[in-house]
């Protein structure tokens, strides 16, 4: 597979594999992907249609996106789709809504190799057992980051976060889980969306996030371009059993709402 480095805004020069078909390189050094001829819309192209690269998103590529595997090439490629019924129906409706749901385990922060990060928020050490807790993950795994993503991506129907952002691959190591919920936002933005509303529910037994709470809804709100008003985070216990009340886990549900713009 062919590679290039291009320069990302968040991430810094990653190496970024070019797809493999239907490359025509840019004056800009960006890759646009030619679209394939659209096939007449039946059920059994329907799959390609949604695989097909749509050009107009496809301009709005950036550096740094995961080449072939870019968001927008699972955007409609058309204002109407006919359903079984032979009824035309709009593929992007006024409204949209969208669940993520993540879990992490937790180790021992010598273990886990890091500490604890929710919403953005790097919680101060804390211990169970005796001993101070990271989350395991190969990103900086933030489960309201995470989950949040996932509800925005799943709100638009497309591929989840673990497909757009593999755990395989080394550039997200460690990876500050803000640029994960940036490119979702970009995605939504694209589409021609903006949030509704968003309702969040960590569910952990540690750490207390109380007091973090109105720092992780100030970044949700920031990096969602909505306003609190729109925003709503909430935490709760898991009554002790199981692996998040016996502190080895930790989750959070998200569900997304999103308009129109
Ligand atoms: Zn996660």
Redesign the pocket.
Known sequence: MAFQSVSHPTIGTVRQALPQKNTLARRDNRVAVACPPVKPLNFKSKYHIRQQVHVQAAAGLRAGDLGENAGESFFPTSDTEVAVNGEEIPTEPPFRIGHGW???RMESKEIAGQGCVIGGVLIPDFEHNGVIMGTV?H?D???L???TTDAILGALGLPD?GQLFPDNDPRWDGAN?EQFMDEAVRLMELRGYRIMNVDVTLILQKPRVAAHKAAMKENVVRILHTIPARVNIKARTHEKVDSIGESRSLSCHCMVMMERS
Do not use: L
């Open positions: 993540d879990i992490h993950a990103s795994g933030d489960v980051y995470h989950s976060i889980s």
